[in-house]
C-alpha cells in the first residue's frame, strides 16, 4: 500500500502496521424502551442497515453495574474495571444481556494481557448490550500509563479462533486520556476484530493516542462484517498526539450513519483500507491533521450527503483522498476549506452534484489522464473558487476540463 503525491501527500498517510493487527466496532439503532428506573429486563431491536443485529427480539436480563454484586463506584478514581468485567461476564453467560452503567466516570486502570494478542481494559461477547445513560453522563476512562496498543474495549474474538456476533454499544464515551499514556504509540477506542452483526449508537470515543509512527483510532472494524454506526462521534484533541477517528479494515458491509470525526491530531477522519461495501451517510470529517475521508485500495464505497472540512473546519490534507480503488460515488458532498477537496489516484470515481470549493490547490485533482477518464462529473458539481482552479491532472490545472468530465 502507499499514496499517491498528486495534491494528497507522500505515502506515511496511509494506515499503519498497528493496524493491520487492530479490531473493530460499529454502530446501529438502539435499545427499545430503556426508560423509566432502568431496572427491568429490556426488549433489544437494534436494527443494522442488513438486518437485525441482535437476532430476534427477545428479552434480556439487565446488569445494572453500580449494584449489588458489582458495586462499580463511577466517581473517576475507584478502578471500576473489575466490576464492570464481572457485569459483563454475567451478561455473556446467561446467553446475552444489557449491561447498564449509570451516569458517572468509571476509571479503568486495571489491565489484561491475551499473550501474544492483546492488552486490553474491557472484554466483551456475543449478544452482550453496554448502555450507558448518554454521552455526556457515562464516561469510561482508561487509566494512565497504559502500555502500546492497549484496546480499551475489545471483541473476545481477537484471536480469531471465533466470531462475536450480535453485540452493541449505546450512550456513553470512551476517554483514551492520550496526555496520560507516555509508553504507548497507539491505542485503540473500540475494538471489535473478527465480528460480525455489531452496532454502535450514541457512542464518543476520545483522545485515543496515535503517533505518526503508529496511527491507534477511535472506533475500528478489522476482519469483519455487518456493522451500522449511527450518531457517533469520534472527538479527538488537535493539540494531541491522537489517531484517526473510523477505520475498516479488510472489512465489508460497514456503514455509518450521521458519524462525526474531527481534530486528529496526526491522522484522519474516516479510513477504509482493502474493505469494500462501505457505506457513509451525513457524515463530517474536518479539523483532521490529515484527510478527512480517505479509501485506499478499496471497492463499492459510497459517500452521500457528506462532508469533509468546512468553513474554518478544514482538514490539513485533502478533503476526500480514494486510492487505487474501484466504484467509488460522491453524491451531494461538499468538501471545503482542506488542501484538495478530493483527490483520485488509481481509481474510479463518480461524483454526483455537491462542491468542492475553497481549498487551498484543486477542487477535484486527478493523479494522471487516465484517472480523469476514469472518472465521471454528473450533475455539475460546484468547483469554484480553489486555489488551483477547479480542476488539477498530472498537477496541471485544466479549467478546460470542468465541464467537459465523462
Keep these: ?24 466496532l460499529t454502530a446501529g439503532a438502539g ?19 442488513w438486518g437485525s443485529t441482535l437476532g430476534p427480539s427477545r428479552r434480556l436480563p439487565l446488569f445494572d453495574v453500580t449494584a449489588a454484586p458489582y458495586h462499580a463506584r463511577g466517581d473517576g478514581f475507584a478502578d471500576d474495571g473489575p466490576a464492570i468485567q464481572a457485569a459483563i461476564d454475567d451478561a455473556a453467560a446467561v446467553g446475552g444481556g444489557i449491561v447498564f452503567l449509570p451516569a458517572g466516570t468509571y476509571l479503568l486502570k486495571s489491565l489484561n494481557e491475551q499473550t501474544g494478542v492483546r492488552y486490553y481494559l474491557l472484554n466483551y461477547y456475543s449478544g452482550v448490550a453496554l448502555v450507558g445513560s448518554g454521552r455526556e453522563t457515562t464516561i469510561l476512562q482508561a487509566g494512565p ?15 480469531g479462533t471465533g466470531r462475536v456476533t450480535g453485540a452493541l454499544f449505546k450512550n456513553f464515551t470512551v476517554d483514551g486520556a492520550a496526555d496520560q499514556q507516555p509508553d504507548a504509540q497507539s491505542m485503540v477506542g473500540i475494538s471489535n476484530v473478527w465480528t460480525d452483526r455489531i452496532s454502535l449508537l450514541g457512542v464518543r470515543v476520545s483522545r485515543v493516542k496515535g503517533t505518526g509512527a503508529a496511527e491507534g483510532v477511535c472506533f475500528d472494524s478489522y476482519y469483519s462484517t455487518n456493522h451500522a454506526y449511527r450518531d457517533c462521534e469520534a472527538q479527538q484533541i488537535p493539540t494531541m498526539a491522537t489517531g484517526s477517528g473510523f477505520g475498516a479494515t479488510q472489512s465489508s458491509l460497514i456503514a455509518y450513519f450521521d458519524c462525526r470525526a ?31 475521508f480517505n479509501s485506499e485500495s ?19 490534507g ?49 493523479g494522471t489522464e487516465a484517472d480523469w477518464q476514469n472518472s465521471a462529473l454528473q450533475a455539475a458539481p460546484i468547483m469554484v473558487p480553489n486555489g488551483l482552479g477547479p480542476i488539477v491532472v498530472a498537477g496541471r490545472p485544466r479549467p478546460n476540463l470542468a465541464l467537459t468530465g465523462a
Excluded: K
Design 318 to 366: 485533502d478533503g476526500v483522498y480514494v486510492y487505487q480503488s474501484q466504484n467509488v460515488e460522491l453524491f451531494s458532498c461538499s468538501s471545503r476549506g482542506n488542501m484538495s477537496g478530493l483527490v483520485n489516484t488509481g481509481s474510479s470515481v463518480r461524483i454526483v452534484g455537491g462542491e468542492f470549493v475553497q481549498n487551498s490547490r484543486a477542487g477535484i485533482a486527478f
Design 145 to 159: 500509563g497504559m502500555p502500546n496498543e492497549t484496546r480499551i474495549i475489545s471483541a473476545n474474538s481477537a484471536d
Design 262 to 292: 474531527s481534530g486528529s491530531g496526526r491522522w484522519m477522519g474516516f479510513s477504509a483500507f482493502q474493505s469494500r461495501s462501505i457505506q457513509y451517510q451525513g457524515c463530517h470529517g474536518f479539523l483532521n491533521a490529515q484527510r478527512g
Design 31 to 49: 435499545i427499545a424502551g430503556l426508560g423509566g428506573t432502568l431496572l427491568e429486563p429490556m426488549i433489544v431491536a437494534a436494527q443494522g442497515p
Design 298 to 316: 478499496s471497492s463499492d464505497i459510497s459517500y452521500r450527503n457528506c462532508q469533509a472540512g468546512g468553513d474554518q473546519q478544514g482538514n490539513r
Design 1 to 24: 500500500m502507499g499514496a499517491g503525491e498528486v495534491l494528497g501527500g507522500p505515502s506515511q498517510l496511509s494506515r499503519r502496521g498497528f493496524l493491520t493487527r487492530s479490531l473493530v
